[in-house]
């Protein structure tokens, strides 16, 4: 008896250990989010007031009128946002047919193909960056709309999620039966398998987005023409400075979030499938 009263004793000081760190976690996670929305809302000069105010005082609007009507914040918000949107559609078609290729159909040379596409999961990108910028130029397809997608149309961590997935969730009968029934092969990829990819599919819209739209090596390589700045790029030209424009900085943050936001409300209950199904089968 004592040694079962003991035995739960100590789950729920385990389980109390567990359920504070994650709230420790997660107000570490907020703390800069918090403080940029507070931030947003200050005169410049209260930013850095000690000690320092959680609450705004005097509340002001001016930093994003300043942003929107003094700076191109609505050009930076554009251009980061189509190629974001543009990206991740065309990632997550191309990686769902080469995941599903890798997957379901034997050819010469595709345990091969396949080592070396994910091997280079590896390779940091800052390592392929200067060789892919220099064949672009050289082929004429340097243009910031197009070039800016590039690393995003076939990444090797989708195409090996979509390849994972498809081997778990796809059962080769249901295939055989289509094929017996005269569907085409990409009448089969259509109609069967990315209806049954749809979480694993949400996961990888929100991974996808969220890399093309944070990315800031890339853009700062490419592009040299400032209509044409991505947000990242665009809020670095305001932290760089010489006013140092933190007010300015703190006001496009919170407004650069909001697509992130919104993508995850739309794609919530596919990315939570997705994530539980991967770890129920993985």
């Not at 997957?103 to 193909?113: M, V």
């Not at 109609?191 to 890339?218: C, D, E, H, K, M």
Request: some cysteine; charged content about 10%.
């Amino acid at each position: 008896m004592r040694a079962s009263v003991r035995s739960s004793a100590g789950a729920r000081t385990r389980r109390g250990l567990l359920y504070l760190t994650l709230v420790l976690l997660l107000l570490a996670f907020l703390a800069p989010l918090v403080w940029a929305l507070s931030g947003s809302f200050k005169p410049r000069g209260d930013i850095f007031a000690y000690p320092p105010k959680l609450v705004p005082d005097p509340f002001t609007l001016h930093n994003y009128r300043a942003l929107i009507e003094d700076q191109p914040f609505a050009r930076w918000f554009v251009m980061s946002t189509v190629v974001a949107v543009v990206a991740t559609v065309v990632s997550v078609f191309v990686c769902a047919l080469a995941g599903y290729g890798f997957a379901k159909f034997r050819f010469a040379g595709k345990r091969l193909l396949f080592g070396v596409m994910f091997s280079s999961l590896s390779i940091p990108f800052a390592v392929i960056l200067v060789p892919l910028f220099v064949i672009l130029v050289k082929t004429g397809l340097g243009s910031p709309w197009f070039a800016l997608i590039v690393p995003w149309v076939a990444p090797a961590f989708g195409i090996f999620m979509m390849q994972q997935y498809i081997v778990q969730s796809v059962p080769d009968s249901v295939l055989e039966a289509a094929r017996i029934d005269g569907a085409s092969e990409f009448g089969i990829f259509r109609r069967i398998v990315l209806p049954l990819l749809r979480p694993s599919l949400g996961a990888l819209a929100v991974w996808t987005f969220l890399q093309s739209y944070n990315s800031f090596l890339w853009p700062l390589v490419l592009v040299s023409d400032s209509s044409q700045y991505t947000l990242p790029l665009g809020l670095q030209t305001l932290f760089v400075s010489e006013q140092r424009q933190y007010d300015l900085v703190m006001a496009g943050a919170v407004l650069a979030v909001l697509p992130a936001v919104a993508l995850f409300v739309l794609l919530r209950k596919q990315l939570l499938e997705g994530l539980s199904t991967g770890a129920v089968k993985g």
